[in-house]
């Protein structure tokens, strides 16, 4: 599972971002794209190691504790990227855009 929509397309839509993700991958987006210019809100992440932490100044959430405030995820895990997808269309049931 791929998805086509690139950091600079989420950053020139404006709208609110929630990253689901916020180890490597999420790291390396912040440091070699335009993702830190993205209204980001939160990173969502199911290990509770980075949970209640910050990144770039925004909380590190559980999936529980994510209110839901954007209409925008982006999967921020090579690794784990199918199984994130189902979490949030299947289990959660959030009916957001999810890049």
């Not at 440091?31 to 509770?48: G, H, R, T, Y």
């Not at 190691?49 to 209409?71: A, C, E, M």
Request: hydrophobic share 35%.
């Amino acid at each position: 599972m791929s998805f086509s929509t690139t950091p600079q397309k989420i950053v020139k839509k404006g709208k609110r971002l929630a990253i689901w993700g916020a180890g490597t991958h999420a790291l390396r987006l912040l440091k070699n794209s335009c993702l830190p210019e993205a209204k980001m809100v939160a990173f969502i992440d199911a290990n509770a190691n980075y949970q209640k932490k910050k990144l770039v100044h925004r909380p590190i959430l559980s999936p529980s504790q994510f209110s839901g405030n954007t209409d925008n995820i982006l999967i921020s895990s090579q690794v784990h990227e199918a199984e994130i997808y189902k979490t949030i269309t299947e289990k959660l049931k959030w009916p957001k855009n999810i890049h």
